[in-house]
């Protein structure tokens, strides 16, 4: 069972920047998509970004838009810039794959994605 592990998590102020990475337990042939997903205290999980793997396409939500910056090294590795981080970016951060294209892609959905990793925490303070 591949497993996906994230790190780069950790406490900031505002302003400050982190880079996370997520790292597959080995390579894996079938990549189609790679995902993160935060969630804060109290609120429901929510999409922050993806990467198609074939087309390098990359999604963000708004609030992450111009901030935050997904990539891949071509392997088993996905990370996320984040840059001028607030506050409210206080989350628990996970990624996602989605391992094969099933005809559609929601990926904004949680439930599209195959592999989780057990989340990293970043703490932003003002």
């Known amino acids: 069972q591949v497993q996906l592990v994230e790190s780069g998590g950790g406490l900031v102020q505002a302003g400050a920047s982190l880079k996370l990475a997520c790292t597959a337990s080995e390579y894996f042939n079938s990549i189609y998509a790679w995902g993160w997903f935060r969630q804060a205290p109290g609120k429901e999980r929510e999409f922050v970004a993806t990467i198609i793997w074939t087309a390098s396409s990359t999604y963000y939500a708004d609030s992450v838009k111009g901030r935050f910056t997904i990539s891949t090294d071509g392997k088993n590795t996905v990370y996320l810039q984040m840059t001028r981080l607030k506050p409210e970016d206080t989350a628990l951060y996970y990624c996602?794959?989605?391992?094969?294209?099933?005809?559609?892609?929601?990926?904004?959905?949680?439930?599209?994605?195959?592999?989780w990793g057990q989340g990293t925490q970043v703490t932003v303070s003002s």
């Open positions: 996602a794959r989605k391992d094969s294209y099933s005809g559609s892609y929601s990926y904004t959905d949680s439930n599209e994605y195959d592999r």
